[in-house]
């Protein structure tokens, strides 16, 4: 029973059924001047259906998210779908064109949310991105990776307590998936306290294409707008190995400063003080072994070997537990 879609305005622009617009938003002035802007490709359908939008690069020099997006458009045709989707594929613009995961003013943008039109440079842009894009939609897929050469498995954080979440983040079917709360000023506790339902995905390394990463994420993006409409059946969606939750999670830090040499992948289960590396000084003089405090699965590993002691090393999260809750995140 289709029916045709109205047009709308988005951020300004008018945008007509079976359009693809390309638009930017304008949250800031640079200093010598001219804007800076934030560049956004709206596909409004022929068919009524939800709203969604896909972000990535919130953290600079997280770049793996804005090759998922680009791959994610390519082949669509608005004439062929239903709804909405505003993709942004750079958000923290000026920290995209530096390689830097904050803004210039050292703010964490995913800790600036909802923002205001009057605040900090980071407070600006949030609010642009809240008012012109986030507070249309549904549905939201927030794209990430690791951050200080922190490489991550691919997996969705979302708030698993919440069914249409939980729904959504099976659809994507990441290998892997944790409840994680939401934290204050960030993007998703702004997107759902506004009623939207949002996931967060997580893969690879910063400022790296990471391939697996990319193909994950591209083929969990797919479904999840397949499955709300947006896009027709998707052949991705056939054979999908079902994701496997993950319970909490902690980070095995340095016993001691020099360069460790990690044992273990992503992906890779450990049993309780299994050794999972070993970490000596510049000459090989103190050596100490890498433990891991609990069993479970290798979500993160630290790909730059020299090390303080306490530097993050391994992220391993417990296999299924009743009680769930991500540790450090994005
Ligand atoms: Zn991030």
Redesign the pocket.
């Given at each position: 029973m289709d029916t045709t879609q109205e047009a709308r305005t988005v951020a300004g622009h008018t945008l007509t059924p079976g359009t693809r617009t390309e638009m930017e938003l304008r949250p800031a002035k640079l200093p010598s001047g001219g804007w800076m802007s934030i560049p956004v490709v709206a596909l409004h359908g022929t068919r009524p259906g939800p709203t969604v939008w896909l972000s990535a690069a919130?953290?600079g020099d997280?770049i793996c998210g804005v090759e998922i997006i680009r791959q994610v458009l390519a082949p669509l045709r608005p004439r062929e779908m239903a709804g909405t989707l505003l993709a942004v594929p750079v958000v923290n613009v000026p920290g995209f064109a530096n390689g830097d995961r904050y803004m210039p003013d050292r703010r964490d943008l995913?800790r600036s949310f909802p923002g205001s039109k009057r605040g900090s440079l980071a407070s600006r842009f949030a609010h642009a991105f809240m008012s012109e894009i986030v507070q249309l939609c549904d549905v939201g897929i927030d794209l990430?990776?690791g951050?200080d050469h922190r490489r991550n498995v691919p997996q969705i954080r979302a708030d698993l307590t919440d069914a249409r979440t939980a729904e959504l983040t099976r659809v994507f079917a990441a290998p892997y998936a944790l409840h994680s709360r939401l934290r204050d000023g960030s993007l998703r506790e702004a997107a759902c306290s506004r009623g939207a339902t949002a996931l967060l995905y997580e893969a690879g390394e910063a400022w790296r294409f990471e391939r697996d990463a990319i193909e994950v994420g591209v083929r969990g993006v797919r479904r999840v707008l397949s499955h709300l409409g947006v896009t027709s059946p998707d052949a991705a969606s056939a054979d999908v190995v079902p994701t496997t939750i993950l319970g909490s999670s902690s980070w095995v830090r340095s016993p001691q400063s020099g360069l460790a040499r990690l044992d273990v992948e992503l992906g890779d289960t450990v049993t309780e003080r299994q050794t999972i590396g070993v970490v000596a000084d510049a000459i090989g003089t103190t050596q100490r072994p890498i433990r891991a405090p609990r069993a479970g699965v290798v979500i993160g590993r630290n790909e730059s070997p020299v090390v303080h002691r306490g530097d993050a090393l391994v992220h391993i999260a417990e296999h299924n537990a009743a009680e769930h809750s991500a540790g450090e995140s994005?």
């Open positions: 919130i953290h997280e995913n990430h990776t951050s994005a």
